[in-house]
């Protein structure tokens, strides 16, 4: 696929509630470095209450015990990965604004209605995808992403050269889209006619 460098995408959107809170959840479940300190913390905190069960000498039969183990991790695992996000969202103005973004290979320009800034690509460490947006990566906590859902983009010749940018910007090993695969120019394995003996 050619390019040129003089290529730009312009991007306008508000952020909604559903989308940021299955970011999270994409980000959450493919960040090992997040979900094993989740599960250590999980694990230690089962251990305090079978421990703490011993140690005041309260006997509750094994299936509760399980079933309180349990509930503890859903109770966790939902507040950490739904109900701290929605907090967040609900609670910094700038999910309220509208974003305009525009990306170059020299960088992404940012514009909402209370900030404005330009970042250098080396900003972002990764990108991540699902078939609703795009998640650029640039720190290792839960809200350390810019969320670009796929919505914004008009057509798929835009997120196509939106993609080409983040392989030559931030991520060359980004797969190739379902688009970009079908487009791709015939490349015969052999310019040798077969041999038909």
Known sequence: MSYSVNQSVQLGFRHTEKEYLAAVRLYFWHTRELLARLIVSYVLLSAG???????????IPLWGTIALV????????HGYVIDLPRAYFRGDPKFRDEYNLTFTDAGVG?????????????FYTGVMENDSFYLLIYGKNIHSLSILPKRAFRDSKQE???????????????????????KQEYVPKSLEPPDWR
């Open 110 to 122: 940012f514009k909402t209605q209370n900030a404005s800034s330009h970042l250098a690509w080396s």
């Open 49 to 59: 209450v079978v421990l703490l069960q011993l140690v005041i000498g309260i006997f």
């Open 70 to 77: 349990l509930l503890i991790g859903l109770a966790w695992f």
């Open 160 to 182: 196509a050269t939106f993609r080409e940018m983040l392989r030559r910007n931030v991520d060359p090993t980004l797969k190739l889209s379902q688009g970009e695969r079908e």
